[in-house]
Protein backbone atom coordinates (compact mmCIF):
# COMPACT_ATOMS: atom_id res chain seq x y z
CA UNK A 1 0.00 0.00 0.00
CA UNK A 2 2.81 2.36 1.18
CA UNK A 3 4.33 2.08 -2.17
CA UNK A 4 1.60 2.35 -4.39
CA UNK A 5 0.57 5.69 -1.72
CA UNK A 6 4.39 7.08 -2.37
CA UNK A 7 4.08 7.23 -6.05
CA UNK A 8 0.71 8.37 -6.50
CA UNK A 9 1.93 11.38 -4.20
CA UNK A 10 4.94 11.87 -5.83
CA UNK A 11 3.42 11.77 -8.90
CA UNK A 12 -0.18 13.60 -8.00
CA UNK A 13 0.74 15.54 -4.91
CA UNK A 14 -0.74 14.46 -1.46
CA UNK A 15 -3.91 16.73 -1.74
CA UNK A 16 -4.52 15.47 -5.00
CA UNK A 17 -4.23 12.12 -4.07
CA UNK A 18 -7.33 10.33 -2.15
CA UNK A 19 -7.72 7.74 -0.48
CA UNK A 20 -10.19 6.34 -3.14
CA UNK A 21 -7.55 6.39 -5.61
CA UNK A 22 -5.36 4.94 -3.28
CA UNK A 23 -7.83 1.80 -2.90
CA UNK A 24 -8.54 1.72 -6.59
CA UNK A 25 -5.02 1.75 -7.85
CA UNK A 26 -4.92 -1.16 -5.39
CA UNK A 27 -7.39 -3.09 -6.19
CA UNK A 28 -9.41 -3.08 -3.06
CA UNK A 29 -11.88 -0.67 -1.55
CA UNK A 30 -11.71 2.03 0.46
CA UNK A 31 -12.60 0.43 3.59
CA UNK A 32 -10.26 -2.49 2.82
CA UNK A 33 -7.79 0.50 3.27
CA UNK A 34 -9.12 1.36 6.47
CA UNK A 35 -8.62 -1.55 7.71
CA UNK A 36 -4.42 -1.09 7.74
CA UNK A 37 -4.62 2.73 8.56
CA UNK A 38 -6.37 5.55 10.01
CA UNK A 39 -6.11 8.02 7.16
CA UNK A 40 -4.04 9.40 4.23
CA UNK A 41 -2.06 11.64 6.79
CA UNK A 42 -0.72 8.30 8.29
CA UNK A 43 0.10 6.88 5.34
CA UNK A 44 2.23 10.02 4.57
CA UNK A 45 3.72 9.91 7.22
CA UNK A 46 4.47 6.16 6.68
CA UNK A 47 6.26 7.06 3.88
CA UNK A 48 8.49 9.98 4.41
CA UNK A 49 9.09 8.79 8.03
CA UNK A 50 10.58 5.20 5.92
CA UNK A 51 12.10 7.86 3.35
CA UNK A 52 14.06 9.77 5.92
CA UNK A 53 15.51 6.30 7.67
CA UNK A 54 16.46 5.45 3.90
CA UNK A 55 18.83 8.78 3.78
CA UNK A 56 19.66 8.10 7.76
CA UNK A 57 21.18 4.82 6.60
CA UNK A 58 22.47 6.26 3.76
CA UNK A 59 24.51 8.81 5.67
CA UNK A 60 25.53 5.84 8.50
CA UNK A 61 26.98 4.20 5.77
CA UNK A 62 30.65 4.52 5.32
CA UNK A 63 32.71 1.66 3.57
CA UNK A 64 35.44 0.10 4.95
CA UNK A 65 39.14 2.14 4.33
CA UNK A 66 37.34 5.48 4.00
CA UNK A 67 39.61 7.23 6.23
CA UNK A 68 39.96 10.60 5.93
CA UNK A 69 36.90 13.09 6.64
CA UNK A 70 36.65 14.06 2.87
CA UNK A 71 36.61 10.22 1.81
CA UNK A 72 33.71 9.83 4.62
CA UNK A 73 31.70 12.64 3.06
CA UNK A 74 32.02 11.62 -0.51
CA UNK A 75 31.18 7.97 0.19
CA UNK A 76 27.46 9.70 2.29
CA UNK A 77 26.75 12.42 -0.42
CA UNK A 78 27.34 9.10 -2.69
CA UNK A 79 24.86 7.28 -1.07
CA UNK A 80 22.42 9.78 -0.20
CA UNK A 81 22.41 11.30 -3.48
CA UNK A 82 21.26 7.57 -4.76
CA UNK A 83 18.68 7.20 -2.25
CA UNK A 84 17.06 10.52 -3.48
CA UNK A 85 16.24 8.97 -6.25
CA UNK A 86 13.92 6.70 -4.64
CA UNK A 87 9.99 7.39 -4.14
CA UNK A 88 10.14 7.03 -0.51
CA UNK A 89 13.13 9.88 -0.40
CA UNK A 90 11.46 11.72 -3.28
CA UNK A 91 8.78 12.25 -1.18
CA UNK A 92 10.40 13.47 1.60
CA UNK A 93 11.00 17.10 -0.51
CA UNK A 94 8.34 16.64 -2.60
CA UNK A 95 5.81 17.42 0.13
CA UNK A 96 5.52 19.98 2.91
CA UNK A 97 5.89 19.03 6.52
CA UNK A 98 2.38 21.04 7.32
CA UNK A 99 0.73 18.51 5.67
CA UNK A 100 1.51 16.32 8.82
CA UNK A 101 -0.14 16.32 12.46
CA UNK A 102 1.79 18.13 15.20
CA UNK A 103 3.25 14.42 16.37
CA UNK A 104 4.05 13.15 12.90
CA UNK A 105 6.07 16.89 11.93
CA UNK A 106 7.71 16.56 15.33
CA UNK A 107 9.08 13.31 14.57
CA UNK A 108 9.72 14.19 10.79
CA UNK A 109 12.00 17.23 12.26
CA UNK A 110 13.59 14.61 14.54
CA UNK A 111 14.84 12.71 12.10
CA UNK A 112 16.12 15.05 9.67
CA UNK A 113 17.94 16.48 12.82
CA UNK A 114 19.92 13.26 13.10
CA UNK A 115 20.89 13.24 9.57
CA UNK A 116 22.14 16.95 9.90
CA UNK A 117 23.92 16.11 13.11
CA UNK A 118 25.35 12.83 11.12
CA UNK A 119 26.57 15.10 8.06
CA UNK A 120 28.04 17.80 10.20
CA UNK A 121 29.96 15.43 12.08
CA UNK A 122 31.61 14.28 9.12
CA UNK A 123 31.97 17.98 7.71
CA UNK A 124 33.74 18.24 10.72
CA UNK A 125 36.06 15.18 10.71
CA UNK A 126 37.06 16.15 7.02
CA UNK A 127 38.28 20.16 8.63
CA UNK A 128 39.39 18.33 11.70
CA UNK A 129 41.72 16.11 9.57
CA UNK A 130 42.60 18.54 7.10
CA UNK A 131 41.41 16.58 4.21
CA UNK A 132 38.13 19.64 3.43
CA UNK A 133 38.95 22.99 3.74
CA UNK A 134 37.49 25.06 7.09
CA UNK A 135 33.91 26.83 6.63
CA UNK A 136 30.97 26.44 8.87
CA UNK A 137 29.81 23.18 9.17
CA UNK A 138 26.21 24.70 10.22
CA UNK A 139 26.21 26.30 6.32
CA UNK A 140 27.98 23.50 4.04
CA UNK A 141 26.44 20.88 5.81
CA UNK A 142 22.87 22.63 4.97
CA UNK A 143 24.07 23.40 1.10
CA UNK A 144 25.01 20.05 0.90
CA UNK A 145 21.92 18.25 2.43
CA UNK A 146 19.68 21.05 0.45
CA UNK A 147 21.28 20.23 -3.04
CA UNK A 148 20.95 16.20 -2.42
CA UNK A 149 17.39 16.82 -1.35
CA UNK A 150 16.26 19.09 -4.42
CA UNK A 151 16.83 15.62 -6.36
CA UNK A 152 13.84 14.61 -5.33
CA UNK A 153 12.24 17.79 -6.89
CA UNK A 154 13.66 17.31 -10.15
CA UNK A 155 14.79 13.85 -11.02
CA UNK A 156 12.38 11.45 -13.07
CA UNK A 157 12.82 7.96 -12.93
CA UNK A 158 12.08 7.66 -16.52
CA UNK A 159 14.67 10.23 -17.66
CA UNK A 160 17.61 10.28 -19.19
CA UNK A 161 20.26 10.47 -15.76
CA UNK A 162 20.88 7.29 -14.04
CA UNK A 163 20.72 7.66 -10.23
CA UNK A 164 24.39 6.42 -10.40
CA UNK A 165 25.17 9.65 -13.06
CA UNK A 166 23.29 12.09 -10.74
CA UNK A 167 24.77 10.37 -7.57
CA UNK A 168 28.69 11.04 -9.45
CA UNK A 169 28.32 14.16 -10.90
CA UNK A 170 26.50 15.83 -8.00
CA UNK A 171 29.32 14.10 -5.75
CA UNK A 172 31.91 15.88 -7.86
CA UNK A 173 30.52 19.42 -8.26
CA UNK A 174 29.66 19.60 -4.61
CA UNK A 175 33.14 18.45 -3.11
CA UNK A 176 35.00 20.37 -5.62
CA UNK A 177 33.54 23.36 -3.63
CA UNK A 178 34.84 21.87 -0.36
CA UNK A 179 37.90 20.03 -1.15
CA UNK A 180 41.18 21.54 0.45
CA UNK A 181 43.51 23.55 -2.02
Same mark, same amino acid.
Given at each position: MLETAVAMF??????????????KQLGV????? !?? !??????E??????????????? @? @??????????GRDRLEAVMHSYAIAMTKDFCRCVTRIADSELSADSRREFRRLKR??????? +????SGMDDGSLQHG????????LSGALNWIGRWYEPS %????? +???????????? %?GLERR
Open positions: NEKGFRATSLDDVATKPTV !YQ !YVSGKEILFDCVKRGLEMIRT @A @AETVPEGRHTEIDALLR +EIVQDPRIITFT %GQMSP +EFIASNMVRTLL %G
